[in-house]
Each structure stands twice: as structure tokens, then as C-alpha cells.
């Protein structure tokens, strides 16, 4: 029985053994096969070069003097960050989850090439446990095809870059190559996109945030899926932890640090016009390189100026807005009954809308009367009652014109109020008005006035709706913001401060024409709507008086005055050869103001205006920089010292009691200067004007001319911004006084040159045509450092 149980058993065995031997030799011809295959695959790797000599694709970058981010253009957001500068526990986070082993391998994870072996053969899905240098390896060579081919040549390429480069080295591309979501190329660019911070300044929470990044940068980053990369930034720092990298205390700390996330769309500083007139720069230097090369470009911005700045002429156009007619929701969308298929629906239809940090587009999900509830792109609801629906009643009523008309699927724009302290000082929570985008445009610019360093620049309400920059590019009429250019031209030809000026009309009640003056028909008022006789060359500017700028004008006669204007930097063939010169009837652009205006600020010198500082590569090699300023001396001189001197103390007297009173009350320091300017029908409104370091000019406007409103005035629309922004620019700086002369003297109450100490200036322009004022003007100013007598203001314009 024995004998016959063994007969039995050795046929199986013998197939065992020769399944066995079946497979060995299978086995056999397979390494054979990928030994062959390895080989004939060898011959076709590509050279190193682009890891050896490793040139990021960055992204030009565009900043403020300070460093501060303006914008960045290219198609790839990557920060170069040098392995000696990454912080320590960035890498240990990265090792913790892609590459334990990394410093003790030589780079090729066998496992990971025997399953992807296995997978190909078996027909499953190849690839896995690749090791760092793989990962750089497959990134910068090859395809992410799940091939055979592909995970041999992978492991191929591995090992040259193994004994090419040193682990520090190669850990240095990864960091920098690759992707991690949301435009950003590398760990330096991601800690910007995610955090705006540098990678230097990331704590072990955050390090491990971006660490986790890496397995699903596209759908599992924090803007797109914040959940899913918190899970995952839990698993890196546990997976820290287990390796010995962090302590069990320093894993719990990090997970109880909240993460501030930096707004998908935010910038440091908000200077798209500046952008662009940089982007233009570099382009015309270095061609499409510009976009790939890491190019930064450094700016004189002066970041908290230019915040400000921003900030002012949002605020002042959205006012003025507000004091428009409701013209109408932007659109509409028919939403479902069911509430949750309606926030669906609401969230589509906004999806691709056009949204705004301050004008946030909006869906209305309710109207009626007395409330109105909307809902916002981030999905939040707002609902508005009381003094928010106030200006729009009307079109909450029934039976409103349809095209007014606020109901269920109008899309809106809404406002946030920022909180505010209520009469006991208690903080008030935020709130929301509904709004529109404003028609009208605007520009603010200001510099140095000793350098010509541009400090803030802002083109207009929003670059992304219009990108045309109108402190470069808008030619307007200044209106009277340009009559201190000729009243200093008057200075020159003996017409003092305390020169008597005749403020009449040029055409009398009986139609006679003013003596000496050929108006034809033309008969311009003054905007005060007044005539007050004979007053001061001081009063005449101080009130805006239009008949004192034009008897002035035409007593120095016009190529005087021509010709001193392009001292300014104006251009003649810009300006009118006739007496509506003296309105400000000519064209200048909001930059070209505040060079001129610096002119008065410096002392008499001018200098040009400068945006760009420097342009440097990735490596910080200088490929352009701006030459060092010019010293003001007598190279650089436009006027004498003494007619900027008392020009200025003309326009002190103007921010004092003037058009623009409420500039020094409102900055709270009398070494402000400036004047008001708004040209017929409100068209254009201007404040141009200078304080200590800053030559500063505001304009509002419509792009294609038209009134700003019957009572709107360069006073009421442009000084609030100038005043907003230049609180900041002057904030901590110290008062300072005026420079005196040795060549003027202070006469009964006012200034003169020396040389008309005795006399000799001219007393009075034009004889009076016209009987006495019903109301006395006012006289008697002090000199400059003096008290001014006090005054009321005149109109505003």
C-alpha cells in the first residue's frame, strides 16, 4: 500500500517541480527581457542639463520700494528658494512623507520599480513609492504615463543624477520644480500663493500644510478643498512624529495653530496701472524672457502711500456714485422655488461673474419693500433693511419700471460698511448697502518733490474693467488748479500779493466791453456768482476769482505767460494763446500737474518723474537701474526761490481759508499747499498741492467728457482724496516751516521782493467799471509763518 501511495504522489510532484522550473525559466527570460529592454532603453535618455543647469521658469514680479508684492505675470508662479535658505522643518516635512530614506539610498526605490514590473505584467496599474530623485527625475525627463518604459528610464535617470548632483542638490530641484496648486511651482512660490509669506517665515504647521500638498495639489489645496488639506497636513506632521522629526508636543502645538490664509486674488499693494506700465518696461528690454526668467522689478512705490491712495479714490468715486440715480440691477437669473436648488442656481449664476474686494456681485434671493435678502459669490447671505434700501425705495415699490426694478434674480452689487464705534465708542458690526459701479473715473499721483520718486500712482477705479491709466494718458483741463502757474508768472513782471486786481465783468450791464480787454461775445463769471471790485492778487486766488485771473493774464500779455508755463514742463502747443488760458482752458495730465506742482515744493527746481527703480534677474544681477537723482542747483532751476516763496504762500492761504479751507483743519497742520480746480459744468474736478516731501495732484472725471453733477466741484469730489492720502504720506513727519529768502520782505502785511520795498510793483490791474460791492472783500493777510486773519470760506470750487 505504501509502495502504491508513492507511485501515486510522484506524478504531482513532478509537476510541481515542473511548474516550478516553468516559471524560473519565465522569470529568467523576464530579467533577461528587462535587461534587454533597460539597455535598448538606456541609449535613449536625454542629456542632464536641464537639472544639472537648473533655470527655474519664474514669473516676473513686480514690487514696491519695500518688497511689497504688487503683481506678478507668467504663467508659472515660482520663487527660487536655495536649499541653504529652506527652512529645516519644510524639508523634514517634505522627507517625512515622500522620501525617509532619501539621504541613505542611491536613489532608486527597487520596490517601487519591481511592483511597477509586476503591474505591467499582471496588467495592473504601474507605479508608486518613487523616491525623491525619481520624482525629480520623472518631473524634469519624462511623461506621467503609467508605462514600463517610463518607470525604467525613471529609475535610469535616477541614478546618473545620483552621481551628478549631491542629495542637497537634487533635493533643491524638488523643492523648486514642483507643482503644488494653484499656478505655484515649488515650496518658495507656494508659501506666497497660500500664506503671502516667504518660505522663511513659515512656522511647523504651515511647513506642514504645504508638505501635504504634493499627493492632489489640484483639487486638495486649501483654497479649493480647505478640509481635505487640513486631513492631510494631520497625516504629515504625525508622519514627522513616527520618523523622529518633531516631538509629540511640537506635533500637538502645530495642530492647534490656525492657519490664516492668504485671499486667492490679494496683492500687498493694490497697483495694477503700475504693473502694467512696468510689465510694458520690461517686455521692451527682454522680450517674452520677461515672463520666465524671474525678472523683478523694483518700484519707488511707497507701499502704506499707495494703500492709501488706493483706498481714497475707491472711496470718493463710490460716494459720488451714491449720489446718482439708481440705474438698474446688472443682470438677472431666473432662480428655482426650492431654497437649496435656488443657492445652487444663485451660486452658478455668479460663479463667473466679475467680482470686486469693495463691490461684491450679489443675486437677489428676496425683495419686498422693507427688506431684501442676497446672496454673495462666497455663498454667505446679506440681508439689507432701513437707511441700506433708502436710495433704491423706488425700485422696491410696485409696479417699478422693470428695468429698475429689484426683485428675485437681479444681480446687484453690495458695499461693506466697515464696522464702526457707535455714540459710547462700542464696536458696531459691519453692514451692507446695495451700490453700483461707478461711472465716473478718477487718478491720484504723488512724488517726491526732490527727487521726482513716484510714491503712489493710481490710473483709475479699477484696472481689470479699463485698463487705461489716467495719470499717464488723460489729457483734461485743469481749471483753475492752473492759475498758480500764471500768478507766478505775474510775480516776474512786478505784480506783488498785495496788488490791487479789478473783479468785474468784462462786459458791463450796458454791453460795453472792460477797457483795454476786446472779450467779443465771451463773458465769463466768476463761480461764486459774485463780483466784489478791487481786491488783492492774494484774495483774487484765495477765492478762485476767474475776472482777476484773466485781468492779471492779460496785464502780463500772453507770451509772457506762455513762456514761463513751459518752465513748469508744460507744452505750448497744449495750451490756448488767448485769455481763457486763464481759466486753465488748456490740457495737462494728472502726472505732468504734479511735476509742475513740485516745482513750487522744491523751492524752483525742476526734476522728472521716476517709477522704476531697477530691474534684476533671478539671480539679483542688475539689468537696468534708474541713475541717482539730480541735486537741485542751479542746473535744475525753473523759477527763483522767492517766486516759489511767495506762490506757495498764496496757496497756504488757500487751504487755509479758501477753496480748500478744509485741508489743514483736516490734516491738522498748516504746511499744506494747493489749489482747487474744476472746469464749466463741473467736468473735470482737480486738487493739486504739496505738503512736507509729497507733490500731490487728485482728479475726477468721466472719460468721455461730461458734468460730474450741477453742485459737484474739485473742492467737494478731488480734495477728500488728496486729503485721505495725504494723511498717510505725512504722517510722523514733522512740521516744517517755509523757506525764507534773503530777496522778499514783509510789508504791511504781506510779501514783496526786496526790490519793491520802497514801492515800484505794480499797484493795481484794470480801473473799476463797475459800482462798489454790496459786501466788503476781505484784507489783509499775514506773512508767511503768521496767523492768517481770519476768513470765511468761499465756495469750494
Same mark, same amino acid.
Given at each position: 500500500?505504501?509502495?502504491?501511495?508513492?507511485?501515486?504522489?510522484?506524478?504531482a510532484?513532478?509537476v510541481?517541480?515542473?511548474?516550478?522550473?516553468?516559471l524560473?525559466?519565465?522569470?529568467?527570460l523576464?530579467?533577461?527581457?528587462l535587461?534587454?529592454l533597460?539597455?535598448?532603453?538606456?541609449?535613449?535618455?536625454?542629456?542632464?542639463d536641464k537639472?544639472?543647469?537648473?533655470?527655474?521658469?519664474q514669473?516676473?514680479?513686480?514690487?514696491a520700494?519695500?518688497?511689497?508684492?504688487?503683481?506678478?505675470?507668467?504663467?508659472e508662479?515660482?520663487?527660487?528658494?536655495?536649499i541653504?535658505?529652506?527652512?529645516q522643518?519644510l524639508?523634514?516635512?517634505?522627507?517625512?512623507?515622500?522620501?525617509?530614506?532619501?539621504?541613505?539610498?542611491e536613489?532608486i526605490?527597487?520596490?517601487?520599480?519591481?511592483r511597477?514590473?509586476?503591474?505591467?505584467?499582471?496588467?495592473g496599474?504601474?507605479?508608486?513609492?518613487?523616491?525623491?530623485t525619481?520624482?525629480?527625475?520623472?518631473?524634469f525627463?519624462l511623461?506621467?504615463?503609467?508605462t514600463?518604459?517610463?518607470?525604467v528610464?525613471?529609475?535610469?535617470?535616477?541614478?546618473?543624477?545620483?552621481?551628478?548632483?549631491?542629495?542637497d542638490?537634487?533635493?533643491e530641484?524638488?523643492?523648486?520644480?514642483i507643482?503644488?496648486?494653484?499656478r505655484?511651482?515649488?515650496?518658495?512660490?507656494?508659501?506666497?500663493?497660500?500664506f503671502?509669506?516667504?518660505?522663511?517665515?513659515?512656522?511647523?504647521?504651515?511647513?506642514a500644510?504645504?508638505?501635504?500638498?504634493?499627493?492632489n495639489p489640484?483639487?486638495?489645496n486649501?483654497?479649493?478643498?480647505?478640509?481635505?488639506?487640513?486631513?492631510?497636513?494631520?497625516?504629515?506632521l504625525?508622519r514627522?512624529?513616527?520618523?523622529g522629526?518633531?516631538?509629540?508636543?511640537?506635533?500637538?502645538e502645530?495642530?492647534?495653530?490656525?492657519?490664516?490664509?492668504?485671499?486667492p486674488?490679494?496683492?500687498?499693494?493694490?497697483a495694477q496701472?503700475?504693473?502694467?506700465?512696468?510689465?510694458?518696461?520690461?517686455?521692451?528690454?527682454?522680450?517674452?524672457?520677461?515672463?520666465?526668467? +524671474?525678472?523683478?522689478?523694483?518700484?519707488? #512705490?511707497v /507701499? &502704506?502711500?499707495q494703500? $492709501? @491712495?488706493? =483706498?481714497?479714490?475707491?472711496?470718493?468715486?463710490?460716494?459720488?456714485?451714491r449720489r446718482?440715480?439708481?440705474? +438698474?440691477?446688472?443682470?438677472?437669473?431666473? #432662480?428655482p /422655488? &426650492?431654497?437649496e436648488? $435656488? @443657492?445652487? =442656481?444663485a451660486g452658478l449664476?455668479?460663479?463667473d461673474?466679475?467680482?470686486?474686494?469693495?463691490?461684491?456681485?450679489?443675486?437677489v434671493?428676496?425683495?419686498?419693500p422693507?427688506?431684501?435678502?442676497?446672496?454673495?459669490?462666497?455663498?454667505?447671505?446679506?440681508?439689507?433693511?432701513?437707511?441700506?434700501?433708502?436710495?433704491?425705495?423706488?425700485?422696491?415699490a410696485p409696479?417699478?419700471?422693470?428695468?429698475?426694478?429689484?426683485?428675485?434674480?437681479?444681480?446687484?452689487?453690495?458695499?461693506a460698511?466697515?464696522?464702526?464705534?457707535?455714540?459710547?465708542?462700542?464696536?458696531?458690526?459691519?453692514?451692507?448697502?446695495l451700490?453700483?459701479?461707478?461711472?465716473a473715473?478718477g487718478a491720484?499721483?504723488?512724488?517726491?518733490?526732490?527727487t521726482?520718486?513716484?510714491?503712489?500712482?493710481?490710473?483709475?477705479?479699477?484696472?481689470?474693467?479699463?485698463?487705461?491709466?489716467?495719470?499717464?494718458?488723460?489729457?483734461?483741463?485743469?481749471?483753475?488748479?492752473?492759475?498758480?502757474?500764471?500768478?507766478?508768472?505775474a510775480?516776474?513782471?512786478?505784480?506783488?500779493?498785495?496788488?490791487?486786481?479789478?473783479?468785474?465783468?468784462?462786459?458791463d450791464?450796458?454791453?460795453?466791453?472792460?477797457?483795454g480787454?476786446?472779450?467779443?461775445?465771451?463773458?465769463?463769471q466768476?463761480?461764486?456768482?459774485r463780483?466784489?471790485?478791487?481786491?488783492?492778487?492774494?484774495?483774487?486766488?484765495?477765492?478762485s476769482?476767474?475776472?482777476?485771473?484773466?485781468r492779471?493774464l492779460?496785464?502780463?500779455?500772453?507770451?509772457?505767460?506762455?513762456?514761463?508755463?513751459t518752465r513748469?514742463?508744460?507744452?505750448?502747443?497744449?495750451?490756448?494763446?488767448?485769455?481763457?488760458?486763464?481759466l486753465g482752458?488748456?490740457s495737462?495730465?494728472?502726472l505732468?500737474?504734479?511735476?509742475?506742482?513740485?516745482?513750487?515744493?522744491?523751492?524752483?527746481?525742476?526734476?522728472t518723474p521716476?517709477?522704476?527703480?531697477?530691474?534684476?534677474?533671478?539671480?539679483?544681477?542688475?539689468?537696468?537701474?534708474a541713475?541717482p537723482p539730480?541735486p537741485?542747483?542751479?542746473?535744475?532751476?525753473?523759477?527763483?526761490?522767492?517766486?516759489a516763496?511767495?506762490?506757495?504762500?498764496?496757496m497756504?492761504?488757500?487751504?487755509?481759508?479758501g477753496?480748500?479751507?478744509?485741508?489743514?483743519?483736516a490734516?491738522?497742520?498748516?504746511?499744506?499747499?494747493?489749489?482747487?480746480?474744476t472746469?464749466?459744468?463741473?467736468?473735470?474736478a482737480?486738487?493739486?498741492?504739496?505738503?512736507?516731501?509729497v507733490?500731490a495732484?487728485?482728479?475726477?472725471?468721466h472719460d468721455?467728457?461730461?458734468?460730474?453733477g450741477?453742485?459737484e466741484?474739485?473742492?467737494?469730489?478731488?480734495?477728500?482724496?488728496?486729503?485721505?492720502?495725504?494723511?498717510?504720506?505725512?504722517?510722523?513727519?514733522?512740521?516744517?516751516?517755509?523757506?525764507?529768502?534773503?530777496?522778499?520782505?514783509?510789508?504791511?502785511?504781506?510779501?514783496r521782493?526786496?526790490?519793491f520795498e520802497?514801492?515800484?510793483?505794480?499797484?493795481?490791474v484794470?480801473?473799476p467799471?463797475?459800482?462798489?460791492?454790496?459786501?466788503?472783500?476781505?484784507?489783509?493777510?499775514?506773512?508767511?509763518?503768521?496767523?492768517?486773519?481770519?476768513?470765511?470760506?468761499?465756495s469750494?470750487?
Amino acid at each position: 500500500m505504501q509502495r502504491l501511495r508513492e507511485l501515486r504522489q510522484r506524478p504531482a510532484g513532478l509537476v510541481v517541480l515542473g511548474t516550478l522550473a516553468l516559471l524560473a525559466g519565465l522569470a529568467v527570460l523576464a530579467v533577461l527581457v528587462l535587461s534587454l529592454l533597460t539597455l535598448w532603453w538606456s541609449f535613449d535618455l536625454p542629456p542632464l542639463d536641464k537639472a544639472v543647469d537648473y533655470r527655474p521658469r519664474q514669473h516676473l514680479q513686480v514690487l514696491a520700494a519695500d518688497g511689497s508684492e504688487i503683481a506678478q505675470f507668467g504663467s508659472e508662479r515660482r520663487v527660487f528658494v536655495p536649499i541653504a535658505q529652506t527652512p529645516q522643518a519644510l524639508k523634514q516635512a517634505v522627507l517625512a512623507v515622500e522620501d525617509a530614506g532619501f539621504y541613505e539610498h542611491e536613489g532608486i526605490s527597487w520596490k517601487g520599480v519591481v511592483r511597477a514590473v509586476w503591474s505591467n505584467l499582471t496588467g495592473g496599474i504601474g507605479g508608486g513609492a518613487s523616491t525623491i530623485t525619481q520624482q525629480v527625475s520623472r518631473t524634469f525627463f519624462l511623461s506621467t504615463q503609467r508605462t514600463l518604459e517610463r518607470k525604467v528610464k525613471e529609475a535610469l535617470i535616477a541614478r546618473q543624477l545620483e552621481k551628478t548632483l549631491s542629495k542637497d542638490e537634487i533635493l533643491e530641484l524638488y523643492l523648486n520644480q514642483i507643482y503644488l496648486g494653484q499656478r505655484a511651482y515649488g515650496y518658495g512660490a507656494a508659501a506666497q500663493v497660500y500664506f503671502g509669506k516667504p518660505l522663511s517665515q513659515l512656522n511647523l504647521a504651515e511647513s506642514a500644510m504645504l508638505a501635504g500638498l504634493q499627493q492632489n495639489p489640484i483639487y486638495a489645496n486649501p483654497i479649493n478643498n480647505a478640509a481635505a488639506a487640513t486631513k492631510r497636513q494631520r497625516w504629515v506632521l504625525e508622519r514627522m512624529q513616527r520618523t523622529g522629526a518633531i516631538t509629540e508636543a511640537q506635533e500637538a502645538e502645530a495642530l492647534a495653530t490656525k492657519l490664516v490664509y492668504r485671499k486667492p486674488a490679494f496683492v500687498d499693494v493694490q497697483a495694477q496701472h503700475v504693473a502694467e506700465m512696468a510689465r510694458r518696461a520690461v517686455v521692451e528690454r527682454l522680450g517674452e524672457k520677461a515672463y520666465t526668467e +524671474g525678472v523683478r522689478v523694483y518700484t519707488s #512705490l511707497v /507701499a &502704506d502711500d499707495q494703500r $492709501a @491712495a488706493h =483706498a481714497a479714490l475707491r472711496r470718493a468715486l463710490l460716494a459720488h456714485e451714491r449720489r446718482q440715480p439708481w440705474r +438698474g440691477p446688472e443682470g438677472f437669473e431666473a #432662480l428655482p /422655488a &426650492d431654497p437649496e436648488e $435656488a @443657492a445652487r =442656481a444663485a451660486g452658478l449664476a455668479l460663479k463667473d461673474g466679475r467680482d470686486d474686494d469693495d463691490l461684491r456681485l450679489a443675486i437677489v434671493l428676496a425683495a419686498s419693500p422693507r427688506e431684501l435678502v442676497a446672496q454673495v459669490v462666497s455663498g454667505e447671505r446679506v440681508t439689507l433693511r432701513g437707511d441700506a434700501l433708502r436710495w433704491v425705495q423706488a425700485a422696491l415699490a410696485p409696479g417699478a419700471p422693470q428695468n429698475l426694478a429689484l426683485r428675485r434674480g437681479s444681480i446687484v452689487r453690495l458695499l461693506a460698511q466697515p464696522a464702526r464705534p457707535d455714540a459710547e465708542g462700542k464696536p458696531t458690526p459691519a453692514s451692507w448697502t446695495l451700490a453700483q459701479w461707478p461711472q465716473a473715473e478718477g487718478a491720484y499721483v504723488a512724488l517726491d518733490p526732490t527727487t521726482g520718486r513716484i510714491r503712489a500712482l493710481v490710473g483709475g477705479f479699477s484696472f481689470t474693467r479699463n485698463q487705461f491709466n489716467r495719470v499717464t494718458s488723460a489729457w483734461r483741463q485743469p481749471g483753475s488748479s492752473f492759475k498758480p502757474f500764471l500768478y507766478s508768472a505775474a510775480l516776474e513782471q512786478g505784480v506783488m500779493p498785495e496788488t490791487l486786481v479789478n473783479d468785474a465783468p468784462l462786459i458791463d450791464a450796458a454791453g460795453n466791453a472792460s477797457p483795454g480787454l476786446r472779450p467779443g461775445n465771451w463773458n465769463p463769471q466768476n463761480s461764486d456768482g459774485r463780483f466784489d471790485g478791487e481786491i488783492s492778487v492774494r484774495e483774487g486766488l484765495v477765492r478762485s476769482k476767474n475776472l482777476v485771473s484773466i485781468r492779471v493774464l492779460d496785464h502780463i500779455g500772453m507770451s509772457a505767460a506762455r513762456q514761463w508755463i513751459t518752465r513748469f514742463g508744460f507744452e505750448l502747443n497744449r495750451h490756448p494763446n488767448n485769455l481763457t488760458l486763464a481759466l486753465g482752458t488748456g490740457s495737462v495730465t494728472p502726472l505732468q500737474m504734479a511735476a509742475a506742482y513740485a516745482v513750487f515744493a522744491n523751492g524752483g527746481h525742476r526734476v522728472t518723474p521716476v517709477l522704476i527703480e531697477k530691474i534684476v534677474d533671478a539671480k539679483g544681477q542688475v539689468i537696468f537701474e534708474a541713475p541717482p537723482p539730480v541735486p537741485l542747483d542751479g542746473s535744475t532751476r525753473a523759477i527763483p526761490a522767492r517766486n516759489a516763496f511767495l506762490t506757495n504762500t498764496l496757496m497756504r492761504d488757500v487751504t487755509a481759508r479758501g477753496t480748500a479751507a478744509r485741508a489743514q483743519g483736516a490734516l491738522g497742520r498748516s504746511d499744506v499747499y494747493g489749489k482747487t480746480g474744476t472746469t464749466n459744468d463741473a467736468v473735470d474736478a482737480w486738487f493739486a498741492g504739496w505738503g512736507p516731501g509729497v507733490a500731490a495732484v487728485a482728479w475726477i472725471g468721466h472719460d468721455e467728457p461730461r458734468s460730474l453733477g450741477e453742485r459737484e466741484s474739485g473742492g467737494g469730489l478731488a480734495l477728500p482724496v488728496w486729503i485721505d492720502a495725504l494723511a498717510r504720506s505725512l504722517r510722523g513727519v514733522n512740521f516744517q516751516p517755509l523757506y525764507q529768502p534773503d530777496d522778499v520782505v514783509a510789508i504791511d502785511g504781506d510779501w514783496r521782493y526786496v526790490e519793491f520795498e520802497a514801492g515800484g510793483f505794480v499797484v493795481k490791474v484794470g480801473e473799476p467799471e463797475v459800482p462798489p460791492p454790496s459786501e466788503p472783500a476781505a484784507s489783509g493777510v499775514a506773512p508767511a509763518g503768521a496767523a492768517s486773519a481770519p476768513a470765511a470760506a468761499a465756495s469750494g470750487r
